[in-house]
């Protein structure tokens, strides 16, 4: 145990240049992470560092 297993159940879709999706889904992957594991920390960080500002 210890890992949370909270089940995601909603998506945001965005869009970007192939090129530059390309060159961070690479590079997530030369740092043996996920580009969706940075883009949630990310919104984590972003959303902490605003705390109620909102």
Do not use: N, P, Y
């Not at 949370?4 to 965005?14: A, H, M, N, R, Y």
């Not at 889904?25 to 972003?46: N, P, Q």
Request: proline share 0%.
């Amino acid at each position: 145990m210890g890992k949370k297993t909270g089940k995601k159940d909603s998506q945001l879709v965005l869009r970007l240049d192939k090129g530059e999706r390309d060159a961070f889904v690479e590079l997530c992957k030369a740092l043996d992470t996920s580009a969706a594991r940075e883009i949630r920390a990310f919104i984590r960080g972003f959303m902490k560092e605003h705390e109620g500002q909102g």
